[in-house]
């Protein structure tokens, strides 16, 4: 194992670079990928950029050895085009050109298709809660409905039976005033039961209340 470093492999300073200050042709000019796919980070406006793109592309195209070399410099592109907010552009420049990837097997597909699947099960999740919840409510309406309804009925039939039992009353007390008046006009005992219809029991009841209102 070596341990130490020949002098030609020793240096002492280096030479800074400003990509953004180089010229994207100057990046264009190089055969080697990795120094191709930099173009999208040099010197040029905003409104070139897609033609930056379509030369980078081009070029990939024509030093890849492989298509797995191709498919490989170009998602390096799309990943760097991030810099300049171009990726969006890279990927719709990408699709367009025929270029081959296999963007299952890319790692940001996945990643972005396993978020989305996450998504989906937790939208479906707050789906059901939301159905669940609409069904409870549901429930709970249609039985406070039933009853407010059960509630009008017996409403309902409190007063028929208190207005009845009234009608019941005033009938009974104006029996017992045709009675006293008939009595007074000097109707004999069958002719008042028969004019009222009356059975001799309920006539002698109606007599003997109204002997106890006399006597109050």
């Known amino acids: 194992m070596r341990t130490s470093l020949r002098k030609e492999e020793i240096f002492e300073s280096f030479t800074l670079v400003n990509i953004h200050e180089t010229s994207p042709q100057s990046w264009l000019n190089y055969d080697e990928p990795e120094r191709i796919i930099m173009a ?3 010197n040029y406006e905003q409104e070139n950029a897609k033609m930056i793109l379509e030369a980078i592309l081009r070029k990939l195209r024509k030093v890849c050895k492989s298509d797995d070399d191709l498919k490989k410099f170009t998602k390096q592109l799309i990943i760097i085009s991030r810099m300049r907010n171009l990726e969006e552009l890279t990927t719709k420049i990408s699709d367009e050109m025929p270029i081959l990837i296999d963007i299952e097997k890319d790692y940001l597909f996945n990643l ?3 978020k989305h699947q996450q998504l989906l099960l937790e939208a479906e999740e707050a789906l ?3 159905r669940a919840d609409f069904r ?3 429930r709970e309406k249609a039985e406070a409905i039933a009853q407010t309804e059960k509630a009008a009925r017996e409403k309902a039939e409190a007063i028929a039976q208190a207005k009845a039992e009234t009608e019941k009353a005033v009938a009974l007390q104006m029996e017992k005033k045709a009675i006293v008046k008939m009595q007074k006009a000097g109707l004999e005992a069958a002719v008042i039961m ?3 219809n009356l059975d001799e ?3 002698d009841l109606f007599l003997m209340e109204i002997e106890q209102n006399k006597e109050l």
């Open 136 to 138: 409870a409510a549901a």
């Open 201 to 203: 029991a309920t006539f």
């Open 128 to 130: 059901e809660n939301l």
């Open 112 to 114: 972005g298709l396993k």
């Open 40 to 42: 999208i980070l040099g």
């Open 194 to 196: 028969d004019i009222l």
